[in-house]
């Protein structure tokens, strides 16, 4: 189970740190993913960190700004958030795969692959 908090409206240039709980597996086994959804568009990868090495990877627009980072000891993943733009503005989603490897690739692949989503958490961020 996947359960992401920290979600709340700030004002462009702001930050939110987004936390994600997992239950029932371990953070260190799996690849972990978040995933956004604004209005009327699909949803997109934001980041994921790779469970083997640590390796952390963005879509391009993020690059910068966001930051992956896991708590072994607390199982959760989290995502700071700084220079918040109007464009962020999205539910984000915690999510793992069992088969995805976590790579580059974040920014483009597709919602469909990933198995395990948890509930999202909103993200207003106002001009």
């Known amino acids: 189970k996947l359960q992401a908090s920290g979600g709340g409206a700030v004002q462009a240039g702001g930050s939110l740190r987004l936390s994600c709980s997992a239950s029932?597996?371990?953070?260190?086994?799996?690849?972990m993913m978040w995933f956004r959804q604004a209005p009327g568009k699909e949803r997109e990868g934001v980041s994921c960190?790779?469970?083997?090495?640590?390796?952390?990877y963005y879509r391009d627009s993020v690059k910068g700004r966001f930051t992956i980072s896991r708590d072994r000891a607390k199982n959760s993943v989290y995502l700071q958030m700084d220079s918040l733009k109007p464009e962020d503005a999205a539910v984000y989603y915690c999510?793992?795969?069992?088969?995805?490897?976590?790579?580059?690739?974040?920014?483009?692949?597709?919602?469909?692959?990933?198995?395990?989503w948890g509930k999202g958490t909103l993200v207003t961020v106002s001009s």
């Open positions: 999510v793992t795969d069992f088969e995805w490897p976590c790579n580059d690739r974040i920014g483009t692949v597709r919602d469909y692959v990933m198995d395990y």
């Open positions: 029932g597996f371990s953070v260190d086994n799996y690849p």
């Open positions: 960190i790779r469970n083997s090495d640590g390796s952390t």
